[in-house]
């Protein structure tokens, strides 16, 4: 008897979790309309995965940070967002630390990054094409340090850690009437005892700055602060970035049951980051340095177009938090051949020119066929066919992460190098319905690999009327 009932509650189980799991995943309307026969296998409206739930999270005069929403549903959340940060001339944005781990892509421009890597502060000069990661937890500040150039930096936001389901939480460490710095919850008498100074002094501290997150650092522009942060050596950078900190662990647990937020989880948060033995920093307390994926040669390059791909093996930060990066640039006309990532989700974003991607539904119905142009994002299923092609008019570039460190090993389904090529025999072309010598003619026509030439496909057009086709509406650019 108690085995059977232990069966019926098992069976239970199983459907409770099946109903679940196709509700999470039809929640954001991804559910595949049209079964195995029949049917468009469409949902409403073709561009579904086009990423366009975008918002401002940072905004001043001397700069703004946008993030478009990955996908996500009710049961299960999207694994990472993409952020945009754009920043003006000799701006800074102001110390913090996030609930999500960021790897920043320099777009343009030239920047600063500080962080707090094992108790130690770390500064990198980033150029264009550099990939740098910064762990949630860890405190960093942003400078753009050209003089008469905007920085742009693309960047992956990890939602693992996250604490919220919509992007991703700041804490700014320093700050003042806005933004508020963490500190400023807590109690003024508790607060001044932990730094030994008056109230005064800490009120002064605490409410002076209100330009934003993102503020200059000219004379002309900015608190005299943050002048003098730029022109401080790394030792008092050091000690300026602690000073926010300095209490002592007994101090933090007497007040934890006073503060939602202790003092305790906050001095963990910026310098209790664990990071992998391969990680580990020299004598000299320096971090792991920038990759700069334009210095590195292409994985694939032919006479349409090169990609390129990276791994934990070629830059270890990436697996702290198992993703990695990519790069492709199509000649105009050309395609990237149909192919599936086993691996990963992939999330893209269009840096130059103008294209169409095509995605298919597991049915064999067209997902999506929409064009796309600079500053588009968008997102390609794990497991799901797809492929990329250039307008005519020009080289089409985009740039991305995927949801695992590990190479990928994408499978073509077209091409030299195609899946059809190494299954090649009788039985497949039973399946098709056709003679092994019919099939082999067909599959045997197209002699390049990985990246094609498509002139029947590409139809021509011209940039005016990609603005049209969508309104004139971009998801997310750089001036």
Known sequence: MMGKRRAILLAAALVAALVVAVAGYE?????????EEGGTGRREGQESFLLQDSKHVVKTDAGDMRVVRGFGGRFAKSPMHIGFITMEPKSLFIPQYLDSSLI???RRGEARVGYIYKDELVERDLKMGDIYRIGAGSAFYLINTAE????????????????????FQSFYIAG????SSVLSGFDQLT??????VSETELSEMLTTQQSGP???LTSSHAPSSWSKFLDMDRNQKVAHMRRIVRIRREDLEQEEDKSTWSFRNLFVSLFGRREDKRGKTRATGKGPDAYNIYDRKPDFKNDYGWSLALDEGDYSPLKHDDFGVYLVNLTAGSMMAPHINPRATEYGIVLSGAGT????YPNGSLAMNAKVTEGDVFWIPRYFPFCQIASRTGPFEFFGFTTSARDNRPQFLVG????????????????????????????DAQRETTILPSATVSPPDVAAKVVRDFGGDVVMGFD
């Open 191 to 196: 607060l001044s005892t932990a730094f030994n």
């Open 104 to 106: 920043l892509f320099v």
């Open 148 to 167: 008469g150039q905007r920085l742009h930096v693309i960047c992956s936001i990890d939602t693992s850690e996250s604490l919220g389901w919509s992007s």
């Open 214 to 216: 993102i503020v200059f």
């Open 357 to 360: 991607i095509q995605i298919v």
């Open 27 to 35: 929640e954001e309307g991804t559910r595949w309309e049209g079964g």
């Open 416 to 443: 030299a190098n195609s899946l059809l090529q190494t299954m090649r025999g009788p039985e497949f072309a039973a399946a098709f319905g056709l003679t092994e010598e019919r099939l082999n003619e067909i599959i």
């Open 176 to 179: 003042g009437t806005y933004p």
